[in-house]
């Protein structure tokens, strides 16, 4: 791969590759580094994609994996119990709803079961098909639907919970 | 498919994306389009449906938005291409200048050891090296150039292929009887090889057992320039060198230095 064409992928994939690491690892360091990692893995094994039409899923799926692995590296992945986050997360009047802060949204992601976090923030992110996220997840799409009804279900009653969104959880409650 | 399975399927459906043109979500849309007709699904139309529809993709552009928002740092880019080196390419390329600055360095190093090991080895036209070439010329199979026990003869033969010729025979040496000759090249130089027999037994398929090397001193460096025999054992032979009227000689024979010290 030469220099141009590497600086033109990373123009064009570094911004949502950031998010869906900052949606996982939810700090700017840990979202960085995984970045920073998947594209390292591609300039040395990105030749070995055949198919270039596959390199979006290929990036997510690799920050995935890598994020992954330094999961297990760890002992024990830091987990906040929900009431003592309560108190960081100011109550939000329902009509302020429109104006979601990224903040509080990943902060209550962070509380929705581990397995389920990747297919929520793929789900918002928009930038892949249940057929891509069930690629990069290694999981059927069945299965990506059903993580994506519990995790979907569990995000609504924390920010319900935390009192962030009463809207939301109006709208997905009914 | 009931209202409930309807909200199920839609509350996965992510307005604004390729979801719509999505076969798993296409009847449950149909179910929430204000111009839905009623009729042919088994449960009465909710007509709270297309609000609840309203109320999720809202909902859901709301909670996009704020993965959206999440601040990238501005410096990344540069990061992830200051971290990143292209691979090599595995195969040379070996006319790049930088390649061929590096072996043209390497020929002269090359080149610049061999001529001190030239200087402090020695070049291969020093005595001892000529000496053992005669040793080794002498004891292998050779082919006399010409024949002849008629030394006169020999002597003509010699001069006419301009190989020294008008050489001294030490005293003992004109008893032995002259077998043949052969014209050898040292440095380019002629070297007159006189081939004789002492009369003692030869071995099977030998014609000669003394020899007499004669060749321009000036062809061999560091030769002897005594006029006096010096004697050496080179292989299996016994030699005695030395050098006389503008001549150098090597006389060899096999046996011990008592032996050859008869012919002087």
């Known amino acids: ?174 | 498919m009931t209202n409930e399975d309807v909200k199920k399927t839609l509350a996965l459906y992510r307005p604004g994306s390729p979801d719509r043109i999505d076969p798993s979500f296409t009847e449950a849309l149909d179910r929430v389009r204000p111009n839905s007709t009623p009729g042919h699904t088994p449960e009465s139309p909710d007509p709270e449906l297309p609000r609840w529809f309203q109320e999720h993709c809202a909902s859901y552009r709301n909670l996009r938005a704020s993965f959206l928002n999440i601040p990238v740092p501005p410096a990344l880019p540069e990061r992830i291409l200051a971290g990143y080196k292209p691979p090599r390419a595995s195969v040379i390329r070996l006319f790049r200048p930088a390649v061929i600055l590096r072996a043209a360095a390497v020929l002269v190093l090359c080149l610049a050891l061999a001529a001190v090991f030239w200087r402090s080895h020695g070049k291969d036209d020093d005595f001892n090296t000529y000496r053992n070439r005669l040793a080794r010329t002498a004891l292998r199979p050779y082919s006399m150039d010409l024949r002849s026990g008629d030394l006169p003869s020999i002597n003509t033969y010699l001069a006419g292929h301009k190989a020294p010729a008008d050489y001294a025979l030490p005293g003992g040496v004109t008893k032995a009887q002259p077998v043949g000759c052969a014209i050898l090249q040292w440095q380019g130089q002629p070297v007159s090889m006189i081939c004789f027999q002492t009369g003692r037994p030869l071995p099977a398929g030998e014609s000669a057992d003394l020899w007499l090397f004669v060749i321009n001193p000036s062809a061999v460096r560091n030769g002897p320039a005594s006029p006096l025999p010096v004697l050496a054992r080179v292989k299996t032979l016994t030699t005695a060198t030395w050098t006389r009227n503008g001549k150098m000689y090597v006389l060899a024979t096999v046996g011990d230095e008592a032996y050859l010290r008869k012919y002087f």
Not at chain 1, 48 to 53: I, Y
Not at chain 1, 129 to 154: C, F, H, M, N
């Open chain 1, 1 to 174: 791969m030469t220099d141009v064409s590497f600086e033109n992928l990373v123009k064009q994939y570094y911004q949502p590759l950031y998010k869906f690491a900052f949606s996982l690892a939810r700090t700017e360091a840990d979202a960085c580094d995984l970045t920073q990692q998947t594209f390292y893995v591609w300039a040395t094994k990105g030749h070995q994609l055949r198919d270039p039409s596959r390199t979006k899923t290929w990036l997510f799926t690799t920050l995935h994996r890598v994020f992954l692995q330094s999961r297990r590296r760890e002992t024990r992945f830091p987990h906040e119990p929900l009431n003592e986050t309560e108190d960081g997360l100011p109550f939000t009047d329902p009509v302020l709803a429109d104006h979601l802060d990224w903040e509080q949204v990943l902060a209550a992601l962070g509380h929705v079961e581990d397995r389920y976090q990747a297919a929520v923030a793929l789900f918002y992110l928009q930038d892949c098909s249940y057929r891509e996220i069930a690629e990069i997840l290694d999981v059927p799409v069945g299965t990506v639907k059903s993580r994506l009804a519990r995790g979907l279900g569990q995000l609504k009653k924390i920010l319900i919970q935390t009192g962030v969104s009463s809207r939301v959880g109006k709208a997905q409650d009914d």
